[in-house]
């Protein structure tokens, strides 16, 4: 239910180009309606017809649809480009809002052929970014966060404040659905402050209510559902009949969560996402939109679910469907792209086109050029014979210039090979001091974590010896019992180092295989079970038999058993350590998760770093060697995958792998 959550907001912060006060929008409509029922066919009522349409977007799609209809039929008639333009784009804007998505396509790109023809760049932006909310509802993030950041540059450069905010909400949105909240609400506080700067509150409503959605994802239901219902009173002032509806279906879903949460409640629940879901789906029927309807039928079926009304959710979710196949199917997904590749194609015909007319341009500029040279030779032919004898005298000094030259060339041409050379030997010098950098951290490492352990192990052999001689077994098998920790961390420590130093010299070989990933981790965690219930740490292992990756055995178990280890280190008793993974694309994230001690924001770029060598204690005093996770990243890279960790203090850590998942 998510992903509906997130994508809810989207449209409105792109598509509402102009910020008009209820007061004024009136006055607005009145003084565009006189212009218009003149009937005179003229470029003022073009433009007054695409700024009706503008005022109607949001309250009844079919009086927008009319009135940019007729801006087009007009601005067509009066070979009217920018006025076509336009109303090509607000055709657009419309049928996105409508859900119909390849028509709406297709009126971008109309759009942006136009405005490319003009050299209009703010207006190719705007339609830049239209195209990217299109790719975004048809789940493609990657082509809809290229549109987006290609419509930033346009936006920065033409210092186009508020087409800069509303793409900001979009890249904000799409990172949302990456998952990448922090980020997300970078580009969400962003979108406020330039909102505010420029005095237009519908972005500001908008931007709130996606960082209210932010709060969906933490699962913290209660308090999203009150900043929805705090936007609602804020949306009533606006008008916006579209925002209503999207915010009443957003509240009337944050219901069925809290239903499904708290089940002493649920009827309750149920009841108010009906009370909700009525009043999305009457604000989504005036508006005519279909994407609308959707959202409202879909929070009816779930909220007749949780009532065990299964006829009624049934019903619903027929609508539902018959509403979403109608927005979404293969063929219009085909479609898109092929109206993609058509305006692509085009472009290019016209490069060429263009390259041709240069080309055409350039020959007849090579003819002029050539009657000049004849004339010149001619004349030349004419002037040389007068000039012989001056040549004669001068062969000797330019013949002189000529070897001056030649031998300068050859000086600047050592110079640049002793450059180059000096270059080399700068890279080789740079490497060598890191290379000796990180030798004498190890020996640093070596000295100082080993030295101590030995020292330990060598004065507790000594009290036992003592000890024995005395038959104190009590005492013996205290000392014996120090020996043990102390070799058992200083053989994990050894094995770490030899992993790292064989690693950094190229002993260890990559052999990657196609491998079941839960058969190692299994394995890892049978290594490590009996400290884990030493200390009363669970330990669970949630991946699928039938995933796969394509690594080095050898190296991702390494890994896997340091991170694990490290987990269990630092989870309390009665804690627990989670093993996820899942299939995205062409690869698989693997997540170890443990809700122990956690990690200061501060420490964790050290965490990677061989040179600092950090370590910290475990719950029960246990002491790390600092390279475990330096080789884990040095591994991870090896097989072409990537290491990050997320945590918090207090609440636990999460380490995220993301490996290939075939070759």
Same mark, same amino acid.
């Given at each position: ?85 336009? =109303?090509?784009?607000?055709?657009? /804007? #419309? ?5 119909? @998505? +390849? $028509?709406?396509? &297709?009126? *971008? ?97 908008? =931007?709130?209510?996606?960082?209210? /959605? #932010? ?5 913290? @239901? +209660? $308090?999203?559902? &009150?900043? *929805? ?112 590749? +058509? ?321």
């Amino acid at each position: 239910m998510v992903r509906n959550f997130i994508k809810l907001f989207l449209i409105f912060f792109f598509l509402f180009p102009k910020f008009i006060l209820f007061g004024q929008e009136k006055q607005n409509k009145d003084s565009l309606l006189q212009i218009v029922n003149m009937h005179e066919e003229d470029t003022l009522t073009v433009n007054a017809l695409t700024e009706l349409s503008e005022l109607y977007i949001y309250q009844n799609i079919d009086s927008a649809l009319l009135y940019s209809s007729n801006a087009l039929v007009l601005s067509e008639n009066l070979l009217f480009d920018t006025g076509t333009a336009g =109303a090509y784009r607000e055709l657009g /804007r #419309i049928n996105t809002i409508a859900g119909h @998505y +390849k $028509k709406a396509l &297709n009126y *971008f790109y109309k759009a942006l052929k136009i405005n490319d023809k003009l050299k209009d760049t703010l207006n190719s932006g705007r339609n830049l970014a239209g195209i990217g909310i299109i790719h975004y509802y048809q789940g493609n993030l990657d082509k809809s966060l290229d549109f987006c950041l290609n419509a930033v540059e346009i936006f920065k450069k033409k210092n186009a404040s508020e087409d800069l905010a509303n793409v900001y909400n979009n890249i904000g949105l799409i990172y949302s659905d990456y998952h990448k909240l922090d980020t997300a609400r970078i580009y969400f506080d962003k979108t406020i402050t330039i909102a505010k700067q420029i005095g237009n509150s519908k972005i500001i409503i908008s =931007a709130l209510g996606n960082t209210a /959605r #932010i709060y969906l994802f933490k699962k913290e @239901y +209660k $308090k999203s559902v &009150n900043k *929805f219902l705090e936007l609602t009173k804020k949306i009533n002032s606006e008008n916006d009949k579209s925002t209503l509806s999207i915010t009443y279906s957003n509240i009337s879903m944050i219901y069925i969560q809290l239903a499904e949460k708290y089940s002493e409640k649920k009827i309750s629940y149920a009841d108010s996402s009906l009370e909700y879901a009525e009043k999305a789906l009457k604000y989504a029927e005036e508006v005519n939109s279909n994407s609308l309807r959707s959202y409202a039928y879909s929070s009816y079926t779930e909220a007749y679910k949780v009532k065990n009304n299964y006829r009624k959710a049934f019903e619903y979710l027929e609508k539902f469907t018959d509403v979403n196949d109608s927005i979404f199917n293969k063929d219009k997904i085909n479609a898109i792209a092929a109206i993609e590749s +058509k305006y692509q194609n085009e472009k290019k015909q016209l490069i060429i086109e263009s390259l041709q007319k240069q080309k055409a341009a350039d020959n007849k500029i090579i003819q002029k050029q050539k009657t000049i040279i004849t004339i010149i030779i001619v004349g030349f032919l004419i002037v040389s014979v007068l000039l012989l004898f001056l040549i004669y005298l001068y062969r000797s000094k330019n013949r002189a210039l000529f070897l001056l030259d030649e031998k300068n060339k050859d000086i600047l041409l050592h110079q640049e090979e002793i450059a180059a050379q000096r270059d080399k030997i700068s890279e080789i010098a740079f490497e060598l001091k890191k290379s000796n950098r990180t030798k004498n951290k190890l020996f640093s490492i070596i000295a100082h974590d080993l030295k101590n352990p030995f020292q330990g192990i060598i004065g507790f052999s000594e009290m036992i010896k003592e000890k024995a001689e005395e038959s104190n077994l009590k005492t013996i098998s205290k000392y014996a019992e120090y020996i043990y920790n102390a070799s058992n961390q200083t053989y994990k420590f050894l094995d770490n180092l030899l992993d790292f130093t064989r690693s950094q010299i190229g002993l260890i070989k990559y052999n990657p295989e196609k491998i079941k990933l839960k058969n190692i981790i299994d394995d890892s965690i049978t290594l490590i079970q009996c400290n884990a219930e030493e200390k009363g740490v669970s330990m669970y292992n949630e991946t699928d038999e039938t995933l796969t990756i394509y690594a080095d055995e050898i190296m991702i178990s390494t890994v896997l058993r340091n991170l694990i280890s490290n987990a269990v280190k630092f989870t309390s008793e009665d804690g627990f350590v989670k093993i996820t993974a899942k299939k995205s694309k062409d690869s698989v994230i693997i997540k170890i998760i443990d809700n122990g001690t956690g990690i200061k924001e501060t420490d964790i770029p050290k965490l990677f770093k061989a040179d600092l060598n950090f370590s910290t204690f475990g719950t029960h005093n246990e002491k790390g060697t600092g390279l475990g996770l330096v080789v884990c990243k040095d591994f991870i890279k090896k097989n072409n995958g990537t290491i990050s960790v997320e945590s918090e203090i207090g609440k636990g850590s999460t380490f995220t792998i993301l490996l290939p998942a075939n070759k």
